[in-house]
């Protein structure tokens, strides 16, 4: 079996195998909206994604940028769009399938860097203007 599922509050996430369950279906519940996170499920309950929105394209990808250098020392790469000011963020682990907790690193990783570069407030999912590049 190559990855399992947990019942948390009202999300059922999809594990990588090997993982803790119970402490990163913790950490996954903090950073969710249902608990005290900006981040949601995906469709595929197998990652956790948001949508980041800066004032400025360059924000943007200066936001990007440090991410980018994160993940490179944590060998984990993020799927994600960017369409003038605003960046939607995915992680999920591809092997094994599933959320990690190297997706749970990054996804804190995000919040702290969309703080130090400005983030503005008010990025829906709905509103990310990532049209038809949303993945
Ligand atoms: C060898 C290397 O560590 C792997 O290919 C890493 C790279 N980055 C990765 N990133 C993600 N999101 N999932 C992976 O399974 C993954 N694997």
Same mark, same amino acid.
Do not use: Y
């Given at each position: +079996?190559?990855?399992?599922?947990?019942?948390?509050?009202? *999300?059922?996430?999809?594990?990588?195998?090997?993982?803790?369950?119970?402490?990163?279906?913790?950490?996954?519940?903090?950073?969710?909206?249902?608990?005290?996170?900006?981040?949601? *499920?995906?469709?595929?309950?197998?990652?956790? /994604?948001?949508?980041?929105?800066?004032?400025?394209?360059?924000?943007?990808?200066?936001? +990007?940028?440090?991410?980018?250098?994160? $993940? @490179?020392?944590? @060998? &984990? &790469? !993020?799927?994600?769009?960017? *369409?003038?000011? @605003?960046?939607?963020?995915?992680?999920?682990?591809?092997?094994? #399938?599933?959320?990690?907790?190297?997706? #749970? #690193? +990054?996804?804190?990783? $995000?919040? /702290?860097?969309?703080?130090? &570069? =400005?983030?503005?407030?008010?990025?829906?999912?709905?509103? $990310? =203007? $990532?049209?038809?590049?949303? !993945?």
């Amino acid at each position: +079996m190559s990855s399992s599922s947990q019942r948390q509050s009202t *999300v059922r996430f999809q594990f990588s195998a090997g993982e803790d369950e119970e402490q990163l279906g913790r950490d996954a519940a903090s950073l969710t909206t249902g608990g005290q996170g900006r981040w949601r *499920v995906t469709d595929d309950n197998r990652g956790l /994604e948001r949508t980041f929105r800066f004032k400025t394209f360059k924000a943007t990808w200066e936001f +990007m940028n440090t991410v980018a250098a994160e $993940c @490179k020392v944590q @060998k &984990h &790469h !993020p799927e994600w769009t960017n *369409v003038f000011n @605003k960046t939607h963020v995915r992680w999920t682990t591809h092997k094994p #399938i599933g959320l990690s907790s190297k997706d #749970i #690193i +990054m996804a804190r990783f $995000c919040d /702290e860097a969309g703080t130090r &570069h =400005g983030e503005l407030a008010d990025a829906t999912d709905d509103e $990310c =203007g $990532c049209g038809d590049f949303k !993945p």
